[in-house]
């Protein structure tokens, strides 16, 4: 046992050396026109995806969004990525799973030309549970 321990110490001395060799790297990340509009349930906003899978913050110039919440419908005209403080402490307090309807999309692609991107909706809040 004794006679492993130190082969062991200079294989894993050895490996830790290797992995570290960094330098000169070079990463090219590649960006694309928007492939895809998601809706960031974490910091309640739309982003727009390449192709390449890269998140274009800025990709989402303005849209409209409409939820129902204990009967209530709510919707609003958003200028920018995010959710109005409003709209996003109403959806905090969901307890039940809703979805939220994206409209009137408008997205700015890399060279700068505005789209019209088609409607899609989001679930939110705890998933119901299935019916067996």
Same mark, same amino acid.
């Given at each position: 046992?004794?006679?492993? $321990? #130190?082969?062991?110490?200079?294989? +894993?001395?050895?490996?830790? =050396?290797? @992995?570290?060799?960094?330098? %000169?790297?070079?990463?090219?990340?590649?960006?694309? !026109?928007?492939?895809?509009?998601?809706?960031? !349930?974490? !910091?309640?906003?739309?982003? %727009?995806?390449?192709n390449y899978g890269n998140?274009?913050?800025?990709?989402?110039?303005?849209?409209?969004?409409?939820?129902?919440?204990? %009967? /209530?419908?709510? &919707? &609003?005209? /958003?200028?920018?990525?995010?959710?109005?403080?409003?709209? @996003?402490?109403?959806?905090? *307090?969901?307890? *039940?799973?809703?979805? $939220? =309807? =994206?409209? !009137?999309?408008?997205v700015k692609e890399k060279?700068?030309?505005?789209?019209?991107? #088609?409607?899609? +909706?989001?679930?939110?809040?705890?998933? $119901?549970?299935?019916e067996e």
């Amino acid at each position: 046992m004794k006679k492993l $321990l #130190p082969i062991f110490f200079l294989i +894993s001395t050895f490996c830790t =050396f290797a @992995q570290e060799n960094n330098r %000169g790297t070079i990463k090219v990340q590649k960006k694309g !026109n928007v492939y895809a509009v998601l809706f960031d !349930n974490v !910091n309640n906003r739309l982003v %727009g995806k390449d192709n390449y899978g890269n998140v274009l913050d800025s990709a989402v110039i303005s849209f409209h969004v409409m939820v129902t919440i204990q %009967g /209530i419908a709510y &919707e &609003e005209t /958003i200028t920018g990525t995010t959710l109005s403080d409003i709209m @996003q402490s109403r959806i905090r *307090r969901v307890d *039940r799973g809703t979805t $939220l =309807f =994206f409209t !009137n999309i408008k997205v700015k692609e890399k060279k700068g030309t505005l789209i019209d991107w #088609p409607k899609f +909706s989001a679930k939110i809040g705890y998933v $119901l549970e299935k019916e067996e």
